[in-house]
């Protein structure tokens, strides 16, 4: 293709929309000329079914839950006014309590004005204010936020280490919405004790953010938290950081919550339009579908050139692929749908698998995200004539022309800067995608029964686990072999499982499980009480 060929290609299906600051490039994408009427019967499809969806049909019929986290950002939506009232007093909630603990209204227990944010959840609950703080935050933040959000204890130690002393001045928000997620739970339990060891009552610093009447729900009640915000079964966890789930920790940090919410707001009007040629959203979503061929084949890059959304592509891959990554389609047919994604920061990945992508297995599709705008206020020259922020522009431009010209596909995806109105659309475009191309594949994009397997799979884990502990003191003092342990549980068909349970707790303490020998191979050590 020659540059004019492709520079007509470029106007053709160049997307810009000057009121949104928000432009996508799929030219770079080797789509035929009638791909976008070979697919118009399918985008008509998903266009109704979204309406659907927004006008509060049952998305998520298995669990027989509305799907409504368009409302969040236009509450006027929502098919009832009990709901509508949910939405707008929860934000007013939000704001209030935002305000009075800035306002030092709301303090810890020895009476110091919170200066710090700890925030306890896991997957939708943590990444999604990850990255918003990461994007958005800075040297004006109203308090500095931390995240607990894994079951490692190490790496809630190293959070806690970064407090330090000031955790009389460390507000807590525990988020799960069932109250019964392990990651979270243990995340408030340690949480609790670090606070108990400093001498502070856990209670007096603590905020729920979950559903009525669950488990987490209850014990905020019982110990009279600070205070407690809702989490609605029609919000995923995924797609909640525009419910208190992220706009709680955002205003805290004293982030544009409003910005946020108009933003998403501004990109909903635009990707309900049914023309796909005028809707971003639409775009996305048939892009991803030509470039796996409606199968996922090919792994979607996202390359953001800013450090401020270094973290969108880990908010990105839970999003994308466990709303899409499914073993059967709406007719109960095993199809094994999904797109794997990842992604690092531009310019770094210049220096990193951008050599792969280039000359290595063509199994991807990359979208680069563009921000004009470098930083507030002018930029120095590094030499004559040219900044920094020029030279990282020149690197983006420089790779998605050689990924092109090795035959490999692209989207570019530009906004004008990372505000919170920018970030909001970002999240608002991404959601809307994810559910057209969950409908032109046909597969249910808002439950996740794959993670539930895994939830339960775990349990089965910690169920032998009691087991091999209470057997081991049971025979306290003796030097038993792993067949002997496993025999003697009753779970001779589950060896490999105690054998990684023995190898786990010889190597912590806290249950007095012991190494007596260390064999020849690890399979014919002993192990005692």
Same mark, same amino acid.
């Given at each position: ?17 000057? /009121? ?115 994007? &958005? ?46 990651? /979270? $739970? ?55 950081? +525009? ?7 955002? $205003? ?71 709303? +899409? ?119 249910? *994009? ?10 339960? *799979? ?6 032998? =686990?009691? $087991?091999?502990?209470?057997? &081991?003191?049971?025979?306290?003092? =003796? ?23 023995? =190898?786990?707790? /010889? ?6 499980? &012991? ?15």
């Amino acid at each position: 293709m020659t540059n004019q060929e492709l520079w007509n290609r470029f106007k053709t299906y160049y997307f810009n929309d000057e /009121s949104l600051g928000l432009a996508l490039d799929i030219s770079r994408m080797n789509f035929s000329d009638s791909f976008f009427s070979e697919m118009d019967g399918r985008i008509q499809k998903a266009f109704e079914q979204m309406d659907a969806l927004e006008k509060g049909g049952i998305a998520n019929p298995d669990e027989d839950r509305m799907v409504g986290h368009y409302w969040l950002r236009d509450s006027a939506l929502t098919p009832t006014p009990e709901l509508r009232q949910a939405i707008d007093t929860a934000l007013a909630k939000v704001k209030k309590f935002a305000a009075d603990v800035h306002g030092g209204r709301v303090r810890g227990q020895n009476g110091r004005k919170f200066r710090n944010l700890l925030v306890v959840g896991i997957g939708g609950s943590a990444l999604g204010p990850q990255f918003v703080s990461h994007a &958005l935050g800075g040297t004006g933040d109203l308090l500095t936020v931390h995240f607990f959000d894994n079951t490692d204890p190490d790496g809630m130690d190293r959070v806690l280490a970064r407090i330090g002393k000031s955790l009389g001045e460390t507000l807590c928000i525990v988020i799960s919405k069932s109250g019964g997620t392990k990651e /979270s $739970r243990n995340g408030m339990l340690e949480a609790k004790a670090a606070f108990l060891r400093a001498n502070l009552r856990f209670e007096n610093h603590a905020v729920a953010t979950t559903s009525d009447g669950s488990d987490l729900d209850k014990v905020a009640v019982k110990d009279k938290w600070l205070e407690r915000f809702p989490m609605w079964d029609w919000v995923g966890g995924r797609t909640s950081e +525009l419910s208190p789930v992220g706009l709680l920790p955002a $205003r805290l940090q004293g982030l544009d919550i409003d910005g946020m919410l108009a933003g998403a707001k501004a990109v909903d009007a635009v990707t309900r339009l049914k023309d796909p040629r005028r809707n971003p959203a639409a775009l996305l979503a048939l892009m991803w579908y030509h470039a796996g061929s409606g199968k996922g084949l090919k792994d979607m890059v996202i390359l953001p050139y800013k450090d401020r959304l270094e973290l969108f592509s880990r908010y990105l891959q839970q999003l994308v692929m466990e709303s +899409l990554g499914k073993e059967r389609d709406m007719d109960g047919n095993v199809v094994h749908q999904g797109i794997a994604v990842y992604g690092n920061k531009g310019s770094t990945d210049q220096h990193a698998y951008v050599q792969q992508l280039r000359d290595g297995v063509p199994n991807f599709f990359v979208t680069f995200i563009e921000v004009l705008r470098d930083r507030k206020g002018p930029s120095m020259p590094v030499e004559p004539g040219v900044t920094s922020g020029d030279y990282l522009s020149g690197f983006l431009q420089g790779t998605r022309r050689a990924l092109f010209e090795n035959g490999r596909e692209s989207i570019t995806l530009t906004i004008r800067d990372v505000s919170p109105e920018s970030v909001g659309k970002l999240i608002a475009l991404y959601e809307r995608a994810v559910g057209f191309y969950g409908s032109l594949v046909h597969i249910n *994009a808002y439950h996740q029964p794959g993670v539930e397997a895994g939830k339960k *799979a775990a349990g089965a884990v910690i169920a032998i =686990q009691h $087991r091999v502990v209470d057997f &081991l003191e049971k025979n306290k003092g =003796q030097e038993l072999g792993l067949d002997a342990i496993a025999a003697g549980i009753d779970a001779p068909d589950e060896i490999e499982t105690v054998f990684k349970v023995l =190898q786990h707790l /010889s190597a912590n303490g806290e249950h007095g499980v &012991l190494l007596k020998k260390l064999a020849a191979t690890p399979f014919e050590s002993t192990f005692g009480a």
